[in-house]
């Protein structure tokens, strides 16, 4: 067992060090992500969203994959401030921060359980786990039956079901997109809308763009962790968008409350006296 | 790819909430504007009331709780501050500040950057309601039993106990001194005193408290919300972080070490 003399003796030997397994820039010589020369390999050879997965993932993956990878960005960052993520930059906006700060602030708050890109990790667990399942032998409507009957029998399951509307309609367009790029339906994708096929005639309920993607990027060898780690910044184009719009308006404009806007629920009015 | 049927895309209707409501904050409009308060109250109580007769951490503890403390929980809470105020020069949120402030970064974003950090897993917030959930699961067993159900996972995995574990390789001596000072403010059967019972039963494995964990008690001990943990934590050593942000933010880039190349070594298996 290592003593905390051995630890101390480690720790010491990285002190002033970095030891980094992903890459690095030496000045006059080069910089390098996960073996590769960044400026004689991947700038101007490979595209931005190739290099975005390699330092996400350390996977250099292909044009096709990259994008495909870029149009699901577009379906998920929009300009409406309605979106939370994107309503934080709007009052970014009207607080007059940076853009800088609006765009990371919006990023940050999709790192929720109920949207944006933490769920992802979720769906595609949900997704794995299911196929591993098929695979011996359960039916999709089986799966349903389970996932639904361990939320009390609503069908509450990750990838699917959308707030707000019914529906998706970037299924299709991603479909296209996929079907232009050469992608083949992979094992969790067949199985994914063999689950949703259930879903809408069990419950009126179809998959959501979530779901899809949890799919197909299964299929194409990720992990729950990767595929959180490739969305990290995923809705920042549609927050920088809410921020500027509402920076270029007056900065009262924006959804404006009055004092009785928000109603009170607390206590009476009281004083500190009468709680001494 | 086979064409696949989905759901009609159509708005579910759901009934949202004309207004937002809160339990913390009303304002009185003034006569000739409906946007511009004339009185505030918190929790009922007048603001101006609260500023001649109440002290910081008096209001810290109605933010939170809803009520003003009794004058033992205002001293408890009082002394953790002070103890949580400052992280440590060495702490990851610390040095994130000092990197925003020596790298010439706007200092409006030193607490946002450094506070973030301190929202982490290792010896931040991030680890605070977990920590507050196991004093509630585990503090009325016997901590001896305790430590010994958990012996097993901690040889794995030195951080098995939310809030306890090892720091550099052994026991952190500073937070143990922590919970020594605040102990005589704390009542008996508190998580506090059960903490420390574990801590002890832990001490031959070389495990014992680490800061998240103390602060875990005492939150729980004042009866915050393990929900409000994190932030509370984030929040309370804000003043530290900022302190050395701004220290750093005046100074050249110079002022931090820069690893030479030669001390950059890449360790990368081969390419992907």
Not at chain 1, 223 to 252: H, N, R, W
Not at chain 2, 23 to 35: H, M, T, V
Request: aromatic share 10%; glycine share 8%.
């Amino acid at each position: 067992m290592k003593t905390s003399h051995d630890f101390v003796q480690e720790l010491d030997a990285r002190r002033g060090k970095i030891i980094s397994q992903t890459g690095g820039w030496f000045p006059g010589k080069g910089v390098y992500s996960h073996g590769y020369s960044m400026l004689e390999e991947l700038v101007g050879e490979k595209s931005y969203f190739q290099i975005l997965i390699l330092n996400a993932t350390g996977k250099l993956v292909s044009s096709e994959l990259a994008q495909w990878m870029e149009a699901v960005y577009g379906c998920l960052s929009w300009p409406d401030p309605r979106i939370w993520c994107n309503q934080i930059g709007a009052l970014a906006g009207v607080a007059r921060t940076s853009a800088v700060t609006a765009t990371a602030i919006g990023c940050l708050a999709t790192d929720s359980r109920a949207y944006g890109v933490m769920p992802l990790m979720e769906g595609v667990g949900f997704i794995q786990e299911a196929l591993l399942r098929h695979r011996q032998g359960m039916s999709a409507e089986d799966i349903v039956k389970d996932a639904t009957s361990a939320r009390g029998g609503k069908p509450f399951i990750v990838g699917y079901i959308r707030p707000i509307a019914k529906g998706d309609e970037r299924l299709e367009v991603m479909e296209q997109v996929s079907q232009k790029l050469g992608f083949a339906e992979g094992e969790h994708l067949t199985l994914a809308y063999a689950i949703e096929k259930v879903l809408m005639e069990k419950f009126d309920e179809g998959m959501n763009i979530n779901g899809y993607v949890s799919a197909f990027l299964s299929d194409q060898g990720f992990t729950a962790q990767e595929i959180y780690q490739m969305f990290a910044m995923l809705v920042a184009s549609g927050v920088t968008a809410c921020y500027l719009d509402t920076k270029q308006q007056p900065s009262e404009y924006f959804l404006p409350w009055r004092c009785d806007d928000v109603q009170y629920t607390g206590p009476e009015k009281r004083s500190v006296r009468d709680a001494r | 790819m086979a064409d696949h049927q989905h759901d009609k895309v159509r708005s579910r209707n759901e009934a949202f909430s004309d207004k937002v409501s809160s339990k913390i904050s009303s304002e009185d409009a003034s006569f000739g504007n409906p946007y511009i308060a004339e009185n505030v109250r918190w929790y009922g109580y007048d603001v101006e009331d609260l500023m001649q007769n109440a002290s910081l951490v008096e209001v810290f503890y109605l933010m939170f709780r809803g009520e003003l403390p009794s004058a033992a929980d205002a001293r408890l809470l009082e002394t953790l501050m002070v103890a949580l105020i400052n992280p440590g020069p060495r702490h990851p949120a610390t040095r994130a500040a000092m990197n925003v402030g020596v790298g010439k970064t706007e200092t409006t974003h030193i607490l946002p950057v450094s506070t973030a950090v301190m929202g982490g897993e290792y010896l931040g917030g991030g680890s605070i309601e977990s920590a507050m959930r196991f004093f509630r699961k585990y503090s009325k067993k016997d901590p001896e039993d305790v430590a010994t159900s958990f012996a097993d996972a901690l040889v794995t995995d030195a951080s098995s106990i939310p809030g306890f574990g090892k720091y550099y390789g052994d026991t952190d001596i500073f937070s143990a001194k922590i919970v020594q000072s605040l102990l005589p403010l704390s009542q008996e059967l508190s998580a506090l005193h059960w903490g420390s019972a574990l801590a002890s039963a832990l001490a031959s494995v070389n495990i014992g408290w680490l800061m998240p964990g103390v602060a875990a008690a005492v939150f729980s001990d004042l009866g915050f919300h393990p929900r409000s943990g994190a932030g509370l934590f984030q929040l309370m050593s804000a003043p530290g972080l900022l302190a050395h942000g701004l220290e750093l933010a005046n100074k050249p880039i110079t002022a931090m070490p820069y690893v030479s190349d030669d001390n950059y070594v890449i360790d990368t298996p081969s390419k992907a």
